[in-house]
């Protein structure tokens, strides 16, 4: 079955250094999302890719956030500087046509901020 | 504006029945979704409502009322595998927009 790959599967780093996250999609899937999903709370969507193109970002903390899909294909989350409050799961999922037959997420990286 | 309710927790014994219940006030409503969310791990798809009514899979079933903005999860026949959280999430547009998710703890 394909998945969505995600890596790190855990990152622990200091407050104020870079970090990054990588994801790949399963093979056709134009549509990818990364979410944020805090500990006992549900995910918080972050930034929307169609292809290489952002089409919602407006939860993503821009001063310190960036998300690129150069090629359509995978996709990297950076965070720069990294903040304590940042500690949290960030998700990758992909879907086919936009998310009407629900998202396939990968496993996620776990990212502490100390 | 988006807002998604589900309860926080809920309890229940192995073999019994429980239900959870989510309400929904979103813009471009398209359907509703449920995944479920083991500790530490991705979300996994449950079942997909656009129409009215109740869908079933197996031991679990879903309900929709698109005029009251409610649904519900039913699992059947509870095993301790299924503690897990529940997220319910609202099909807008062309993204999901998640609750904050419902932890089920099954005791034998």
């Known amino acids: 079955e394909a998945e969505v790959a995600q890596s790190p599967r855990y990152k622990i780093t200091e407050k104020s250094q870079a970090v990054a996250f990588w994801c790949d999609p399963i093979?056709?899937?134009?549509?990818l999302y990364w979410y944020r999903q805090i500990l006992g709370q549900g995910p918080e969507l972050l930034v929307q890719f169609q292809d290489e193109s952002v089409v919602d970002d407006s939860q993503l903390p821009k001063d310190r956030f960036s998300a690129e899909r150069l090629k359509g294909v995978d996709s990297t989350l950076k965070i720069q500087p990294a903040e304590l409050g940042d500690s949290a799961m960030y998700l990758c999922?992909?879907?086919?046509?936009?998310?009407?037959?629900?998202?396939?997420f990968g496993s996620g990286t776990r990212l502490t901020v100390v | 504006g988006q807002n998604i309710d589900q309860p926080t927790e809920m309890t229940a014994t192995e073999g019994a029945i429980v239900q959870i219940n989510c309400t929904y006030q979103?813009?471009?409503?398209?359907?509703l979704f449920w995944y479920q969310q083991h500790a530490g791990e991705a979300p996994t798809f449950l079942s997909y409502?656009?129409?009215?009514g109740l869908e079933e899979k197996g031991r679990f079933s879903s309900f929709l009322s698109r005029s009251k903005g409610y649904s519900y999860l039913l699992l059947k026949e509870l095993q301790m595998k299924d503690s897990a959280s529940y997220l319910c999430a609202s099909y807008n547009t062309d993204k999901l927009i998640f609750g904050t998710g419902t932890r089920l703890q099954v005791f034998p």
């Open positions: 999922a992909s879907s086919l046509t936009g998310g009407s037959y629900g998202y396939t």
């Open positions: 409502n656009v129409l009215d």
């Open positions: 979103t813009s471009g409503f398209n359907g």
């Open positions: 093979s056709g899937h134009a549509t």
